[in-house]
Nanobody, 123 residues
């Protein structure tokens, strides 16, 4: 069983930065792919970024590539999303998710979810 708790959301002006954290509990954190998804009002939840268990290649949606960086600290059982050059279009609730082994871009592929953290970018 994996439990996920996000933190770090807030209100920021366009062009600013935020760092989200996802603290994971559970014995097998190092075997899980970790990912960030986001959901804006009236829209479906969408993939943002993912990092595999071995912290090798990371994967980012085209809409955030070059601005967001995903990373994980295995010793701390924590995953991060560094968000730079934020835009009003990045406003959403950001969710941390986990699944065994392989990276997936699909919401339905993830077994564990955090409660979400609100990110609001003002223009």
């Amino acid at each position: 069983q994996v439990q996920l708790v996000e933190s770090g959301g807030g209100l920021v002006q366009a062009g600013g930065s935020l760092r989200l954290s996802c603290a994971a509990s559970g014995r097998f954190f190092t075997t899980y792919t970790m990912a960030w998804f986001r959901q804006a009002p009236g829209k479906e939840r969408e993939f943002v970024a993912a990092i595999p268990p071995n912290s090798g290649s990371t994967y980012c949606a085209d809409s955030v590539k070059g601005r967001f960086t995903i990373s994980r600290d295995k010793d701390q059982n924590t995953m991060y999303l560094q968000m730079n050059s934020l835009k009003p279009g990045d406003t959403a609730v950001y969710y941390c998710a986990a699944r065994r082994f392989l990276v997936s871009y699909s919401v339905n592929a993830y077994d564990y979810w955090g409660q979400g953290t609100q990110v609001t970018v003002s223009s």
